[in-house]
């Protein structure tokens, strides 16, 4: 078993990787920073197993071409890290079954992440105000 300093050097490196991945839109080597068997939340959405979490981001990275996300601060503990970003795009496409409008957004969101046995994503778990989001891509009050 590795120790636990070891642990937090692979789990750190894991969420690295995720997050380039991510920022380059890479969804093939995003894919492969989670575990077999993984669960993302967004908000109060569930979306289990690797093919669901593809589906998720594809959908994001078709609607908002430009999606990026830039780190604000990340805590290290035992059992997760939690990373606080700024997340921004242009909604040039479809998403989620709403047409493009053209208008971008910027919103703070936080992600936790869990890992498996392996120390790769077990979970992902992202929290944001999806009403500031709709608000400034002009869908909501």
Not at 28 to 50: P, Q
């Amino acid at each position: 078993m590795p120790s636990s300093e070891t642990r937090r050097a692979n789990r750190v490196a894991i969420v690295e990787e995720h997050c380039r991945v991510e920022n380059s839109h890479d969804l093939d080597g995003l894919v492969r920073t989670f575990g077999d068997e993984t669960t993302f939340w967004l908000n109060d959405e569930r979306h289990d197993g690797r093919e669901a979490v593809r589906s998720l981001y594809a959908d994001f990275f078709h609607g908002f071409p430009d999606l990026k996300f830039e780190i604000k601060h990340v805590h290290i503990a035992d059992d997760a890290i939690t990373v606080e970003m700024i997340l921004s795009g242009t909604h040039t496409d479809t998403w989620r079954g709403i047409p493009a409008t053209g208008r971008r957004f910027e919103i703070p969101l936080c992600a936790v992440f869990v890992f498996d046995k392996s120390d790769k994503i077990a979970g992902e778990r992202g929290y944001f105000d999806a009403a500031l989001m709709l608000r400034q891509l002009g869908l909501g009050g």
